[in-house]
């Protein structure tokens, strides 16, 4: 398979994955009808990336459309307002890449972007996506379990913490000229947190590789911890025994925390998180403690009172 950045592409060749599920809805509303009529002819979109429907995970709420994923994003390496990234990470070069594995583990190893493509099964997977600036949204991703990952590189009993490092590179990315960050990015996981089965290691969204935007081209998502823990453009992953300190725990250390789950009940120290903006949507709605993950995930904090993880 071959990788074609930002490719134009005629519509007979392929159905984009945003006009792919809006027609999926749109059959489902009116069991189909002509729509050659609302496609358009050419459209630019980036190579396809098929991967069967994890059916455990699938959430059935409305996605999130493809144009608001890609053009409301969070990316601090190309500016830190919301349509920077967008118009800013068109240029950054995503092959070759590999990811160096290392720290404490027996086995470090280098992987090469393609192996990652073909390591393990890839699985859609809709997730809530939940920012700490109290917005939302619903993501159809792509990847698979970042433990499959971990496996192979066999932590040493020594290995508590995992640290995700992101590419520090100020001649493609003009926002690491400023110091709104120290960088690289930095995030970090507990090694269960990491293990478990929710924790993507994720190289697309909507059926496509991951637009530049979106920390293409490979980045982590942890659906019950807010968005600043799912790191981007990922360039190493290190095995440590202490706890990493990530760039946003080192810039406001009274407002991001390690642990940073997504809870309703403990206000960042500047807004309530109670609530949310779905993207796209008019009222907010109530932000679900572990944003709805609990069932899945409130077994890592047992024992401990999770209003004291922040
Ligand atoms: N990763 C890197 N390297 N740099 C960033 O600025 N922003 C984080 C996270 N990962 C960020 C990052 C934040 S605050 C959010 S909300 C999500 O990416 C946004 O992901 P999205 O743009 O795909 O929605």
């Known amino acids: 398979m071959k990788y074609y950045k930002n490719k134009p592409i005629s519509s007979s060749e392929i159905t984009p994955s945003y006009l792919f599920y809006a027609r999926r809805k749109f059959m489902q509303l009116v069991g189909g009808a002509t729509l050659a009529a609302i496609m358009p002819s050419t459209v630019w979109a980036n190579d396809k990336l098929s991967a069967s429907q994890n059916v455990t995970y699938n959430l059935k709420d409305e996605l999130t459309p493809y144009k608001d994923v890609t053009s409301y994003n969070n990316f601090y390496e190309f500016g830190t307002s919301k349509e920077d990234p967008a118009e800013n990470a068109k240029g950054l070069k995503t092959r070759p890449w590999s990811i160096v594995v290392d720290g404490e583990v027996k086995k470090p190893k280098t992987f090469d972007i393609e192996e990652l493509l073909k390591m393990a099964p890839l699985e859609e997977r809709i997730y ?43 001649e493609q990315m003009p926002g690491q000229k400023s110091s709104v960050l ?113 069932e899945e995930v409130a077994q890592l904090y047992a024992g401990t009172d999770i209003n004291s993880y922040f």
Not at 132 to 138: C, G, I, K
Not at 148 to 160: H, S, W, Y
Not at 185 to 203: C, Q, V
């Open 182 to 294: 120290e960088w690289p990015y930095r995030e970090g996981l507990r090694i269960d947190e990491a293990m478990h089965p929710l924790t993507l290691l994720t190289m697309g969204l909507y059926g496509e590789l991951l637009p530049n935007q979106n920390g293409a081209p490979v980045r982590v998502v942890v659906p019950w911890k807010y968005g600043f823990k799912s790191p981007k453009s990922i360039v190493r992953i290190r095995f440590t025994e202490s706890q990493p300190v990530s760039s946003w725990m080192q810039a406001g250390p009274n407002e991001y925390g390690f642990y940073s789950n997504v809870n309703p009940d403990i206000d960042h120290a500047r807004w309530s998180q109670a609530k949310e903006r779905r993207i796209g949507e008019f009222f907010k709605r109530k932000t679900l403690l572990l944003n709805g993950y609990a």
């Open 128 to 170: 809530r996506f939940r920012c700490v600036e109290a917005w939302s949204m619903v993501i159809p991703w792509i990847g698979f379990p970042l433990n499959e990952l971990i496996k192979q590189v066999e932590p040493t009993g020594n290995a508590k913490f995992v640290e995700f490092i992101s590419l520090h590179d100020q």
